[in-house]
């Protein structure tokens, strides 16, 4: 199967720009798995489309979205085509879609990170980063993180304050934990890239999300090999 999509995107490469297929190669090689971000019933379309770019801009390459009570909505305005490049996550078809979530990541290996103001938890710089892979939990705008999140979390983080504000705007909190985590992983000796196979999977989903009307050249692709 690798042999198969390595062939159909050397295939696909010639209906894309050198330009265009260099810029994948370069982004490719600065995604992480290592750290990725879950979202809990956001219910504001600007916040979730902030959260999406402002991952896709720190090289976050998965986003899981937790669907209890709101839907997942983002804003074509905001998100500047960042979900074209995210790999997206929903959980909306649980009885609990947190735990569902949690659950889920736990088995891949993710310890449970969750956001609070609250003073008594860690600051977020002083989260260990090597300890392995992270996924960082955000809760809706007016609650914050969900009792569910809280039991069931690893860690508690929060970002320090220094005003009379009890806590920052969601979308803002993402791009600060995600700037801060991210800047400390591409400093360290931690192998945060993706693997061999999944960047071949993810460079494949971005050459054909840059191609018009692909699934007629990949028809043909698979034409000329018989399949």
Excluded at 89 to 116: F, M, P, S, W
Excluded at 121 to 148: C, N, Q, R
């Amino acid at each position: 199967m690798d042999q198969y999509k390595q062939e159909l995107l050397q295939f696909l490469s010639q209906y894309i720009s050198e330009n265009r297929l260099a810029k994948i190669e370069h982004i490719a090689k600065e995604r992480t798995r290592y750290l990725s971000i879950a979202v809990e019933d956001i219910y504001q379309p600007h916040n979730a489309s902030a959260v999406m770019r402002s991952a896709e801009c720190f090289g976050i390459q998965d986003v899981h979205v937790i669907e209890n009570k709101n839907k997942y909505k983002p804003s074509k305005e905001i998100t500047k085509g960042a979900n074209n490049w995210l790999t997206m996550h929903h959980y909306n078809a649980a009885e609990n879609n947190t735990l569902d979530c949690i659950r889920t990541l736990k088995k891949q290996g993710y310890r449970v990170i969750a956001t609070t103001p609250h003073e008594k938890y860690s600051m977020i710089d002083k989260l260990d980063v090597t300890k392995g892979k992270m996924a960082l939990f955000f809760g809706t705008e007016l609650e914050g993180i969900s009792e569910d999140v809280r039991n069931e979390a690893d860690e508690l983080v929060r970002i320090p304050m220094y005003g009379f504000t009890e806590s920052f705007n969601i979308s803002v909190s993402a791009a600060i934990c995600l700037y801060q985590l991210t800047m400390r992983l591409r400093d360290s000796d931690i192998h945060w890239q993706l693997n061999e196979e999944e960047l071949l999977d993810i460079k494949l989903e971005w050459v054909k999300n840059s191609i018009q009307r692909v699934e007629l050249i990949v028809q043909e692709f698979q034409k000329r090999r018989g399949i």
